[in-house]
T-cell receptor
Framework: DAKTTQPNSMESNEEEPVHLPCNHS???????IHWYRQLPSQGPEYVIH???SNVNNRMASLAIAEDRKSSTLILHRATLRDAAVYYC??????????FGKGTKLSVIP | NAGVTQTPKFRILKIGQSMTLQCAQDMNHNYMYWYRQDPGMGLKLIYYSVGAGITDKGEVPNGYNVSRSTTEDFPLRLELAAPSQTSVYFCATRRRGGNEQFFGPGTRLTVL
């Protein structure tokens, strides 16, 4: 499986935008980029996914580099409820997701 | 709709005991997955199923067994519990052709 690299932790002030980076230099042409998050003591929750173009949904935006070797999850206005571990995952075909350690996002009131 | 439900929420086992972790879904999703999550780590895939009667191994299948006799249920069996199986277990589902996996609330298992 292609691997992703994420910072271990990040901090953000409440109500400010957050940019969570992910590097995936060995991504293949068929790999989708998935983002999930895991709130404390809960199961992971889908956030967004994309292939080549930037994507927006009600939770976040996903910006994908032109060469697809990196991507950024954008939370437009962080709230305390967004404090979680965010996982960037590559998946294709059978969609067997391989979770790394992710980025622990802390939101400061 | 309940989504994905897992029982029990918590369990303590003694070494060598057996148990079955239950996972049920009411979304009529074809794909079901079992993951484990050790403290401070990401999730690792144990087994998955693409439909009733079909199961396959994931990354860490040793010490576990699964069956899928119906679309709704995907139980995970531990035959001889070991301390290394102390973990939080998550079940997930996905509909055919979809990208999103839906996770249950997890079962926290401790083996002493």
């Amino acid at each position: 499986d292609a691997k992703t690299t994420q910072p271990n932790s990040m901090e953000s002030n409440e109500e400010e935008p957050v940019h969570l980076p992910c590097n995936h230099s060995t991504i293949s042409g068929t790999d989708y980029i998935h983002w999930y998050r895991q709130l404390p003591s809960q199961g992971p929750e889908y956030v967004i996914h994309g292939l080549t173009s930037n994507v927006n949904n009600r939770m976040a935006s996903l910006a994908i580099a032109e060469d697809r070797k990196s991507s950024t999850l954008i939370l437009h206005r962080a709230t305390l409820r967004d404090a979680a571990v965010y996982y960037c995952i590559l998946g294709a075909g059978s969609y067997q997701l391989t979770f790394g350690k992710g980025t622990k996002l802390s939101v400061i009131p | 709709n309940a989504g994905v439900t897992q029982t029990p929420k918590f369990r303590i086992l003694k070494i060598g005991q057996s148990m079955t972790l239950q996972c049920a879904q009411d979304m009529n999703h074809n794909y079901m997955y079992w993951y484990r999550q050790d403290p401070g780590m990401g999730l690792k895939l144990i087994y998955y199923s693409v439909g009733a009667g079909i199961t396959d191994k994931g990354e860490v299948p040793n010490g576990y067994n699964v069956s899928r006799s119906t679309t709704e249920d995907f139980p995970l069996r531990l035959e001889l519990a070991a301390p290394s199986q102390t973990s939080v277990y998550f079940c997930a589902t996905r509909r055919r052709g979809g990208n999103e996996q839906f996770f249950g609330p997890g079962t926290r298992l401790t083996v002493l």
